[in-house]
């Protein structure tokens, strides 16, 4: 190998270094790009009387933004975060607190059902349901997993209750699960879906809460409550 492929060699791999760096780096975008990129002001804070909004998601078709902003709220005990969907497309978000973390939220599921159950699309056209042999034999088919489209709550206990549209809970602190459902832009829910719009938790107890979108998973915030 002659000196001159030894040097274009160290430079060309110098480059993919360079070039690795710089895309890690700028993989993480921060807070502060991100509201540069769609265009929301970095001074925008809606907390007052008790209560503190946050965007879920924002952007439009071209660029729908997956993203909790403020990623970080903090409040007082008995105030309240709530939660609305600003975006200009139809792109649902959902609030999960996972407070047990055997809870998940998947937003599809499986289910066993008779295999002899016939299954039929209400609307002609384009669908049928995605269907597999479970375990014995059994008839498996997957559906949309309401604990993650319509609000709910699962209690210390097990009982599962689901929160009417719009929901404005209470927290105490002892629950297991608490799913907003999908929250659509204003207007924007698709027919047949629940119309929801907005979330609102008031917050009982201290602590420091996560949660996450059960439909684009990187979403993640957190409630600190002092
Ligand atoms: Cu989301």
Redesign the pocket.
Known sequence: MNRYLLVALALAAGAVLIASTVSVTMALPTNQSVAQTFGMSMKFKDYKDGVFKVM??GGGPTAPL?KFFPSKATIKVGESVTWINPSRVG????VAFALNQTQGSEIDAPFIINNSTEITPLAPGNSEPLTFTGPNGTTVMVGANARAYIPTVIAADGSVTHLPPNANYTMDGTEQYINSGFIWPKGMSPPGLAPIDTFTIKFEKAGTYDYG????PW?RGEVVVS
């Open positions: 879920a998601g997956t792109e649902p978000h959902n979108c059960s439909i684009h979403m």
